[in-house]
């Protein structure tokens, strides 16, 4: 399982159509796969500094598609291996966590038959949406697991199960952004608060 | 030719061992094509907005690999067409600029030979640098051309041309970050000065 970490920095993206198979070609990861190539993406910009990984930082992709939803697969950036920038490197390890199921596949990355429910239970959220408050001038929570959705966005039931988990929704700019790129502006705000904005 | 814009947000990327020729494959960016997935990522985050391109966005990509350096490749937000989010998809044009060669290969699409110092002439240059001053605080004249090392950074051959061209330094954060991070960074701040920040 999952160790125990005090301080962690949490995103957790939704692929609606995201294939829960293995049975995709690494070479087609946005037709075969279900937009994965959104989520590789996604891994890409919430882990990687240049020359290290953000070991504070845990992924949890929330993968939707057929034919077994739901999946829910993390990269824990404390323990993750074998993982470089590019789209097919995350992709292939996407693959091997949907070929070896439940349990951890490789170094650092889970997978398991999780619900959008039991992943949120007792987090302090944080929706990202054009319409929240503006990230910089936000208070957040430490520990906070940042939520985004693929290029469909998030359903209504999903949004509503957020409310009711009291997400708080914030605004990383003025323009619609990519689920990856908010991550970057939320990893670069955190970053920030914690070493250029000293209490 | 590419067309008259009056302002215009311009990256230049370089790319020190990517390659001039178009004999890599799609499956290994990273291997085959001389670190061409970070040149590929930063196409994506200098351009794509949900669902739509930036139109008012230029990305230069500097390839000073083998066999036949330099190349620069230009797309050209205003008329780019074809292009997808994915690393293959910026890959696949870069490789039809570098068969087609000199000229327009694909709508928005540029190659020409052109060295470093003739694609800085006359701009208004923002070196990206982590000693840099912080560019949330940094005046940032409009029709800036912002330059971006790849994984080497700079040469300090390259960095003596900055100087001599009077580049601005101007950092995007706390941390070391990738260069299409970077891109992501600069972006936004842009973004907020245009739209939440009208003077």
């Given at each position: 399982m999952l160790p125990e970490v005090i301080e962690i920095r949490e995103f957790l993206i939704i692929g609606h159509r995201a294939l829960t198979s293995p049975d995709f070609s690494?070479?087609?990861?946005?037709?075969?796969?279900?937009?994965?190539?959104?989520?590789?993406?996604?891994?890409?910009?919430?882990?990687?500094l240049s020359h290290e990984l953000r070991r504070?930082?845990?992924v949890h992709l929330?993968?939707?598609?057929?034919p077994a939803p739901p999946v829910l697969i993390t990269f824990d950036g404390a323990a993750v291996k074998y993982l470089n920038p590019d789209e097919r490197s995350a992709g292939s390890l996407i693959q091997k966590a949907l070929t070896r199921g439940d349990g951890e596949s490789t170094p650092g990355i889970f997978a398991s038959k999780q619900r959008l429910a039991e992943t949120i239970a007792g987090k302090n959220l944080i929706y990202l949406h054009e319409d929240g408050e503006d990230i910089r001038k936000a208070e957040i929570d430490e520990n906070a697991l940042f939520i985004l959705g693929d290029h469909l966005g998030l359903t209504i039931e999903e949004?509503?199960?957020?409310?009711?988990?009291?997400?708080?929704?914030l605004s990383v700019g003025p323009e619609k952004y990519h689920a990856d790129h908010c991550i970057i502006i939320v990893n670069n705000e955190l970053d920030r608060r914690g070493k250029w904005k000293l209490k």
């Open positions: 690494l070479n087609d990861l946005p037709g075969s796969a279900g937009r994965m190539d959104i989520l590789c993406r996604c891994v890409n910009t919430a882990l990687f504070d930082v845990r929330l993968l939707l598609g057929e949004e509503r199960l957020l409310e009711k988990n009291r997400a708080k929704k």
